[in-house]
């Protein structure tokens, strides 16, 4: 069976699948994708569609990527570097696929998952990594002021010892 990869985007960021799962064909791995988007974009289980805004799932195989979908809405605009305006891709309703779930598309499923939870894990960890590094930067504005007042001091100290006491 073929291997397909689910691997998210937003903007030139790429979280790639490393694994990959094997599905019958690409119609299949095409109503997998299209019912991973429909979890992701579900409040209850994915965190609803504006928190994936811009990002996209994008379906790869050996011959390359063949399906990218935005979960969430809307896809923002991109800008080139050339200054050209790029389009993100149209919303597209997502009907309901009836199938089977093989057991490797509850992989699927099941890795996305860690992904968006690793993912939320490293945003807490940034955002805590943030409120440390404004700590120490007013503790090193702290330090920095009184080692200019001490500087100032001992130049004034300096100065009377040298003129004898005046």
């Known amino acids: 069976m073929p291997r397909y990869f689910f691997n998210l985007s937003f903007g030139q960021r790429v979280v790639p699948d490393e694994e990959g799962v094997e599905l019958p064909n690409r119609s299949a791995a095409r109503n997998e994708a299209l019912a991973v988007i429909r979890d992701l974009a579900n409040p209850k289980i994915g965190g609803g569609s504006r928190r994936w805004a811009s990002w996209f799932l994008e379906l790869a195989d050996d011959r390359g990527r063949f399906f990218r979908m935005p979960i969430g809405q809307p896809a923002l605009e991109v800008i080139t570097p050339d200054g050209l305006e790029r389009r993100g891709e149209e919303p597209v309703s997502i009907r309901p696929v009836v199938t089977a779930l093989a057991p490797d598309a509850a992989q699927v499923r099941a890795r996305t998952a860690a992904i968006v939870q690793e993912m939320w894990a490293r945003q807490a ?28 001091r001992t130049s004034r100290l300096v100065a009377v010892a040298r003129g004898g006491g005046r």
């Open 125 to 152: 960890d940034t955002v805590r990594l943030l409120k440390v590094n404004h700590r120490l930067r007013d503790e090193l504005l702290y330090i920095c002021r009184a080692s200019e007042g001490i500087r100032v």
